[in-house]
């Protein structure tokens, strides 16, 4: 069988403090991130998921420029929370503010 990627968001590493950042996979957390690759950013650690979990049309859209569809996740302490999928504005929104 033939073992199935997750499709990438980043066609090339996104940069962050100037430097592009490193690729790594999540080996399972608290938060049930089991197997989703994703880059940090080695001075600031800043890190972004590079699959489209929670990238879904009808998300609100983010603060970019043009603006991109933003990610929705489970935050620790909070509800589902929409920001910016690719980590590159301070977008974010809380569910109840998005459905009225
Ligand atoms: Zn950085
Ligand atoms: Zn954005």
């Keep these: ?3 199935e990627y997750p499709p990438r968001l980043f066609a090339n590493e996104p940069l962050c403090c100037g430097f592009p950042m490193s690729r790594h996979q999540t080996y399972g957390n608290k938060n049930g991130n089991v ?3 994703y880059y940090k950013c080695k001075d600031c650690s800043d890190m972004v998921f ?3 979990e929670g990238i879904r049309g009808g998300n609100p859209d983010c603060a970019c420029n043009p603006p991109r569809i933003s ?3 489970i935050e620790r302490g909070s509800d589902y929370t929409f920001r910016c999928a ?3 504005c301070d977008f974010k929104m809380n569910i109840e503010d ?3």
Aim: proline share 6%.
């Design 71 to 73: 990610r929705g996740q």
């Design 35 to 37: 197997n989703r690759p």
């Design 50 to 52: 590079d699959d489209w």
């Design 86 to 88: 690719r980590g590159r």
């Design 98 to 100: 998005w459905q009225e």
């Design 1 to 3: 069988m033939q073992r």
